[in-house]
């Protein structure tokens, strides 16, 4: 009897596929084993397009991109996929299983069988077909809710994880600067801190899911002169240090976000990027960012075409590498041939392309794809709109309606009141949208496609939210059109009923094809179209009129201050919008939301937000007062409350100090409520001007009738810190205020306080959040 030899032992797996060693071993290892042309290949994407019919991706074909073989293309590797959902319509089991087959497609191709990351914009939701469509961030700002914001972000996390999609292309951290610019509602309002808190909360939520949280427009994108998209930036360097930096550096630091975007535009001359000052100096250096930094779409071939910083793609290739771009997206141009080519010639060298590739298979290893174990199939169906991402919409919809003025209680509306519903956005789905869902996005290339969502009109909406009232509607006019033709039976609608609800604002596109979004920027803050000269004659009726603005951008109101019975602001405010705004007029909700953009009274005067230092505010040196109409933090409610029982610091601190401010809110009405509690710094003398005021902690409090709550602030001192004429960031001694306010403008309570010692320069550990501790205090008598 013979005995059977023992078996071979495994093959030893190269370290690189070893799980147990450390990322940065592994990378080294695999990188040593790579081409130059492999290497490269990582660092870039290609724009693809699921197949309806599962059979995997194939190449966008764009104008600015070229024709390229994907069989050969993907032989060498792949660094990412650029939105294989959405490009175009394509159902979402579908679409996984395309995306998976490609991926399983790209590995096998290659010698080492690495798939690529797959991105996806997430601006407001997962921008694919039948995905959930929440909230713009403007109104996640007006929530001013980061709790809720991180929920929505963790299931918006979790619908891309279950399409195999690795990375996020969001939040939007540029702080308005002038509202005239078509991406305002792409933002969270004009206020850093703002920006700063609900931008981290957003992160949290998609890193917690697994996802590739990226920040953009790394930086001054919204600072373009004339609020012209792309256009040069002009921010001085304490504008830009103390104003647009500080929510990447929060969102960085507190919600850990592993990418950025280089923003389009240039400031003093320098694109972003070409800029290794912001993307290596500042980004890496100081801030010790170790993810992976993207080009925005197009912009690094944009060095050549638009900015003209370099002569050819290679040159292009080159200035953005040694800048600090990892990655070009959406698809090869300039990191492909010519670069390889620049390379071989001995004109880049090859450590640019090793340190990109690096920090690219770093963060591809983090997610698990350089394990041999992956797997990019779908773990089973996928609802990308599930009623539990619905009530989420829902209740952010409903936190960020702002009631902006309702001077003789109009509202709640009688639930049996003759209702005449006037405007262009009443009756349509879309006028709940901005221009990153899909809807507005990318459908109206396929206009024979169904939304693929359940959007109420807030028409419908308001019918079945006062099923006894008698509702009327008339179009009146159309967005932009300019004719008048349906203002007689608009009228007539008005003059019948008990009250008119003008439903009035924008339509959001891209590149002129809407009121909103980007490329639709403005001259003025006029609202659009004629649809001023329709609320004119609504109000002439003499019929009490609700102005309702379902927009992108607050616009100029002051012309029909006092004449209007209320006013209430939503910044598209998503698929449940409808529900949401009708619920805040029947009173099934109480508005809770608050501006996170001033108001402004007079549709000239841009640009400005309410970040003034003296002399940015109205004197008796300038005839144009830019005082807005209503403040930034201003929201009005249906109940009342009454602050009390202040309590703050001693009276001096030293500059490495901190302290509490407190004090009680009770809910004084006879419904509940829920009351935001703001503070703000005044900063008397410094030794560069400073805002007059600027938001450094709020806390939002829902409080039932007779409900009373605490608010303790914790502020620390590095929170008074600027740039100083050295453009260090430092914390001066001297006398400060905090100011405990319902909004920027209306300050309830102010506490006085001396800062005392050395002026101390501080950097990137100093500490960022005002913490905020609420507890109950025991009812009245």
């Not at 009530?391 to 639930?415: C, F, H, I, K, T």
């Amino acid at each position: 009897m013979t005995t059977a030899p023992d078996p071979a032992p495994a093959p030893t797996p190269a370290p690189w596929r070893d799980p147990a060693l450390p990322a940065a071993a592994r990378v080294a290892d695999l990188l040593s084993r790579m081409t130059l042309r492999e290497k490269t290949a990582q660092l870039y994407g290609v724009w693809v397009g699921a197949d309806t019919d599962g059979d995997g991706v194939a190449p966008h074909q764009h104008d600015m991109t070229a024709d390229h073989d994907w069989d050969e293309l993907i032989t060498h590797g792949l660094g990412q996929l650029t939105r294989s959902f959405g490009t175009a319509p394509v159902d979402p089991d579908t679409g996984a299983q395309a995306l998976a087959l490609a991926q399983r497609r790209i590995a096998g191709a290659g010698r080492f069988g690495i798939p690529a990351v797959a991105h996806e914009e997430c601006l407001a939701g997962f921008t694919a077909w039948q995905a959930t469509a929440y909230p713009v961030p403007l109104a996640w700002g007006a929530s001013f809710d980061p709790e809720l914001v991180g929920e929505m972000a963790r299931r918006i996390g979790a619908d891309l994880r279950s399409a195999g999609v690795h990375q996020g292309l969001a939040p939007v951290l540029d702080v308005v600067r002038d509202l005239r610019w078509g991406r305002v509602e792409e933002t969270i309002g004009e206020d850093p801190y703002l920006v700063g808190t609900i931008g981290s909360a957003y992160v949290r939520g998609l890193e917690s899911a697994g996802i590739v949280a990226t920040l953009k427009h790394f930086a001054g994108y919204a600072a373009s002169a004339g609020a012209r998209n792309l256009a040069p930036v002009r921010a001085g360097v304490r504008e830009f240090a103390d104003v647009t930096l500080p929510p990447f550096e929060m969102a960085l630091r507190l919600g850990g976000a592993r990418s950025v975007m280089a923003a389009y535009t240039e400031t003093d001359g320098v694109p972003a990027s070409a800029d290794p000052r912001l993307l290596t100096e500042l980004l890496r250096e100081e801030w010790k960012f170790t993810g992976t930094v993207v080009a925005d779409y197009f912009g690094i071939g944009f060095l050549e075409t638009l900015h003209r910083v370099a002569g050819d793609p290679a040159e292009a290739a080159h200035a953005a590498l040694a800048a600090g771009i990892d990655v070009e997206l959406p698809t090869l141009k300039c990191y492909g041939e010519p670069l390889l080519e620049a390379v071989r010639a001995g004109q880049i060298p090859e450590a640019l392309i090793d340190r990109a590739a690096t920090r690219v298979l770093l963060q591809k290893c983090e997610l698990g794809l350089l394990d041999e174990d992956w797997t990019p199939e779908p773990a089973g169906p996928i609802d990308l709109d599930s009623p539990a991402n619905r009530a989420v919409a829902r209740r952010l919809a409903e936190e960020s309606v702002v009631l902006l003025d309702n001077p003789a209680g109009l509202l709640p509306l009688a639930p049996d009141a003759r209702v005449a519903v006037v405007g262009p956005r009443a009756a349509d789905a879309l006028a709940m949208l901005g221009c990153y869902s899909f809807p507005s996005h990318v459908l109206p290339n396929h206009p024979d496609v169904p939304p693929g969502l359940d959007i109420p009109t807030l028409l419908d909406a308001l019918r079945t939210e006062l099923p006894d009232a008698k509702v009327t509607f008339a179009e009146g006019c159309g967005v932009t059109d300019p004719d008048t033709y349906g203002f007689t039976e608009a009228v007539a609608r008005a003059a019948e009923a008990d009250v008119c609800v003008a439903v009035l604002g924008d339509r959001a596109g891209l590149f002129g094809r809407g009121t909103s979004g980007e490329g639709c920027d403005v001259t003025d803050l006029h609202l659009p179209g004629v649809q001023a000269e329709l609320l004119d004659a609504l109000v002439a009726t003499g019929v009490p009129v609700v102005l309702v603005l379902l927009t992108g951008r607050p616009y100029a109101l002051g012309r029909w201050d006092g004449r209007l019975g209320a006013v209430v602001q939503a910044f598209f405010p998503g698929e449940e919008g409808g529900p949401a705004v009708a619920g805040v007029l029947s009173g099934r909700v109480g508005p809770s939301g608050r501006l996170p953009v001033s108001v402004p009274r007079l549709p000239g005067g841009q640009p400005w937000t309410y970040l003034q230092p003296p002399l940015g505010l109205a004197d008796e040196v300038s005839n144009l007062d830019p005082t807005p109409l209503y403040p930034f933090g201003h929201g009005r409610s249906y109940t009342e409350f009454t602050w009390s029982d202040y309590a703050g610091p001693a009276p001096e601190i030293a500059t490495d100090g901190s302290c509490e401010v407190s004090l009680t809110v009770r809910n004084t009405g006879g419904r509940e409520g829920t009351e935001v509690v703001q503070l703000y710094l005044h900063d008397p003398v410094a030794s560069v001007t400073r805002p007059d005021v600027r938001l450094v902690g709020y806390r939002r409090l829902r409080l039932a009738p007779g409900e009373a709550s605490r608010v303790t602030f914790r502020w620390h001192a590095d929170l008074s810190a600027f740039t100083d004429r050295a453009g260090r960031r430092v914390v001066e001694p001297g006398a400060l205020e905090m100011r405990l306010a319902s909004s920027s403008a209306d300050i309830r309570h102010t506490v006085r306080l001396e800062l005392t010692g050395p002026v101390r320069v501080v950097g990137p550990e100093r500490e960022l959040l005002c913490g905020a501790e609420v507890s109950p205090v025991p009812p009245l008598g």
